[in-house]
């Protein structure tokens, strides 16, 4: 059974961090490309990060800069280290994992929500 399992958020003040992680099971992590992406309330989902089965990686401009995406394959989890957080990085928060090979598989976690707050 495939899982992804995001933790981490909260409530922060501006100028605070956090740092989200993301648990994998039931596929074979390394494999896949793994992804952040966050939805705001009345606003649609965005791509925050990628991180490729390669390690290669890319950042939304709104995030370049404050935000650093790492994975574990030894511990089938993704991470997302975000600081100088501000009141627009509110938002759930969840993660994506995908291989295109043959087929497109892709798979998402239940979210989090990190509110940026004083």
């Known amino acids: 059974q495939v899982q992804l399992v995001e933790s981490g958020g909260g409530l922060v003040q501006p100028g605070g961090s956090l740092r989200l992680s993301c648990a994998a099971s039931?596929?074979?992590?390394?494999?896949?490309?793994m992804r952040w992406y966050r939805q705001a309330p009345g606003k649609e989902r965005e791509l925050v990060a990628v991180i490729g089965s390669s390690g290669y990686t890319y950042y939304a401009e709104s995030v370049k800069g404050r935000v650093t995406i790492s994975r574990d394959n030894a511990k089938n989890t993704v991470y997302l280290q975000m600081n100088s957080l501000k009141p627009e990085d509110t938002a759930v928060y969840y993660c994506?994992?995908?291989?295109?090979?043959?087929?497109?598989?892709?798979?998402w976690g239940q979210g989090t929500q990190v509110t940026v707050s004083s």
């Open positions: 994506n994992a995908t291989v295109i090979g043959a087929d497109i598989r892709t798979y």
């Open positions: 039931g596929f074979t992590f390394s494999s896949y490309d």
